[in-house]
C-alpha cells in the first residue's frame, strides 16, 4: 500500500479530485478491515491479507480505482458479516484484477450502512472528517466581520477540499525525511569523532605498549643490579667470614698463651713460695738446733723449774723439743729422698701437709702432750708457730692447745721465767719475690705486644 502511495505521489497534480477521493476511501476500507479481521483463523486472516494484496496494486485509471473500491467495499462486508462468498472463498487469482460481476454490485447496492459515505453515518469517516477540519485554516476576525464575510467563507470552504491522506502521509514523509537528513548528519559528526577517538585510543594503545616494553627492561635492569649486588655482599660476607674466623683463630691463640703463661706464673710463684718456706724451714731449723742443750744440762733445766713452775717449764720444754726434733726429721726425709713427692702446701691453713702413712699414725703417738713423749719418737707432721693462732681449723686437723690444761688462771699466772719462742723478722716479708711481681698493666702490654 505505502508502494502505490509513493507511485501516486508524482502524478497527484495531474489527477481529478475525483481519484483522490477514491483514495481516502480505501484508506478507510483499509482500516476498517484490519480492525476486523484480526477475529478470524490464521488461513482467514493470510487469504485476507492477500486479497488487501491485490486491491491495493497501482493504479492510475479512475475507473480502474472504482472497480477496486468495490472490491474493498465488498471485502468489507463479508469480514463483518463472517460469510466469505466467491470469488472471496479462495485466493486471488494471478494476473490485474478482473471486473468485478454485476450481480455482486447489486448485492453492495443492498448494503445500507455504507462505510464510506459522506452522509456521516461511519464514524470512522466522522473521525477522519474531524482530524482533516483540524487542518483548516480559521479565521481569527471578529464577529461582526464573520457576520459581513459569511457568503464568502462559504464559498471559499466550497472551493477547499479537505486535504486527503496521500497528500498528508507525503507530509509526514517530508518530516521523515528532514529527521532523516539531520540523523545522517548527527551520524556523520558521531563517525568523525569515533575516527578521532579511535586514532587517539591508537596513539594510546602504542603508548601503553612502549610504557610496558619500558618497564620490562626496567625490571629486567633492576634485577640485574640486585643479582649483581648479592653477588658482591656474598662475596664480601665470604670475605669477612674468613678474616672473622683469622681473628677468632688468633685470639684464641693469644688467650692460650695467655693461660699457659699465667699457668707458668703460677707455677713459679709457687715453686718460689716453697722455696721461702723451705728457708723459712731451715732458718727455724738452725735456730733450734743452737738452742738445743746437752741431755746433762737440760736435766739440771728441768729440776729448777720444777722448783719454780715444773707446769710451765714441762709444757715449753716440750714444745720445743718437739719442734726442734720433727725440724730434723723432716729436713733429713728432705735430703735424703730427693725423688719423692714434697709435702703438700694447704693454702687454706697455710700449712704443708705429709702423704703416705704419717697421717695414719695413733694420734698417741705424735701429740705434743702424750705421756711417752720421751720414749717414743714422733713423726707427725710439723707443726708451726701459725698453728697456735689458727681458730678456723676443720675438725679433721690436729689443733695444739693454748695452754695447758693443769695451768693456773692467767689472771693468777705468774711471770714465766724460761725462754720463750720469738718470731723472726723475715716472716712478715712477702713470699713472692718484687722482681717476680707482675701488674695488670704489664700484663696487658705482653698480650698486646705478643697480638700485633
Known amino acids: ?56 496494486e497501482p493504479i492510475v485509471n479512475v475507473q480502474w480505482k472504482r472497480n477496486a473500491n468495490l472490491y474493498a467495499m465488498l471485502l468489507l462486508e463479508m469480514t463483518r458479516t463472517g460469510n466469505f462468498r466467491p470469488p472471496f472463498d479462495h485466493n486471488p487469482p494471478t494476473g490485474p484484477l478482473a471486473t468485478l460481476p454485476r450481480y455482486l454490485i447489486h448485492t453492495l447496492d443492498s448494503v445500507t450502512n455504507k462505510p464510506l459515505a459522506r452522509d456521516g453515518k461511519n464514524r470512522w469517516s466522522k473521525a477522519y472528517e474531524r482530524v482533516v477540519a483540524r487542518t483548516l485554516p480559521t479565521s481569527n476576525g471578529a464577529l461582526q466581520r464573520k457576520q459581513d464575510n459569511k457568503v464568502k467563507h462559504e464559498e471559499q470552504r466550497e472551493l477547499i477540499r479537505p486535504a486527503s491522506y496521500v497528500e498528508m502521509t507525503n507530509q509526514t514523509l517530508d518530516q521523515l525525511e528532514i529527521a532523516l537528513e539531520n540523523e545522517k548528519i548527527q551520524c556523520a559528526s558521531l563517525t568523525a569523532q569515533l575516527q578521532e577517538l579511535k586514532i587517539v585510543s591508537t596513539n594510546q594503545t602504542e603508548a601503553l605498549a612502549a610504557c610496558k616494553n619500558e618497564l620490562e627492561q626496567t625490571k629486567a635492569m633492576h634485577k640485574r643490579e640486585i643479582d649483581r649486588i648479592n653477588q658482591l655482599h656474598l662475596a664480601e660476607l665470604e670475605e669477612r667470614k674468613k678474616q672473622h674466623q683469622k681473628q677468632v683463630l688468633y685470639l684464641k691463640n693469644c688467650h692460650f698463651s695467655y693461660q699457659h703463661r699465667e ?32 741431755k746433762d744440762s737440760l736435766s739440771k733445766r728441768l729440776d729448777i723449774l720444777d722448783e719454780t713452775d715444773s707446769d710451765i717449764a714441762v709444757e715449753e720444754d716440750v714444745a720445743e723439743r718437739r719442734t726442734a726434733l720433727e725440724t730434723t726429721l723432716n729436713f733429713d726425709d728432705v735430703d735424703g729422698d730427693p725423688d719423692d713427692d714434697k709435702p703438700k702446701y694447704n693454702e687454706m691453713t697455710s700449712e704443708r701437709s705429709e702423704a703416705g702413712d704419717n697421717a695414719e699414725m695413733d694420734s698417741s703417738q705424735y ?22 693462732a689458727d681458730f678456723s681449723t676443720p675438725q679433721d686437723q690436729p689443733v695444739l692447745q693454748m695452754s695447758h690444761p693443769r695451768s693456773p688462771s692467767p689472771v693468777k699466772k705468774r711471770q714465766r721465767t724460761a725462754p720463750r719462742l720469738h718470731i723472726l723478722p723475715f716472716c712478715n716479708e712477702s713470699p713472692i719475690p718484687p722482681n717476680l711481681m707482675r701488674t695488670p698493666s704489664d700484663l696487658d702490654g705482653i698480650l698486646h705486644s705478643e697480638v700485633f
Open 367 to 388: 701429740h705434743p702432750w702424750s705421756q711417752d713423749f720421751g720414749t717414743v719418737p714422733c713423726f707427725s707432721r710439723m707443726y708451726s708457730q701459725d698453728d697456735f
Open 1 to 56: 500500500m505505502q508502494t502505490r502511495v509513493l507511485k501516486r505521489h508524482k502524478l497527484l497534480q495531474q489527477q481529478q479530485d475525483e481519484s483522490i477521493v477514491l483514495d481516502d476511501e480505501l484508506v478507510c476500507i483499509l482500516m476498517e478491515i484490519e480492525r476486523i479481521y484480526l477475529h478470524y483463523p490464521k488461513h482467514v486472516q493470510i487469504r485476507i491479507e492477500r486479497w488487501v494484496e491485490k486491491v491495493t
Open 263 to 294: 699457668i707458668q706464673m703460677r707455677r713459679s710463684f709457687l715453686s718460689l713460695e716453697e722455696e721461702e718456706m723451705m728457708k723459712k724451714q731451715r732458718l727455724l731449723h738452725e735456730f733450734f738446733v743452737k738452742n738445743d742443750t746437752p
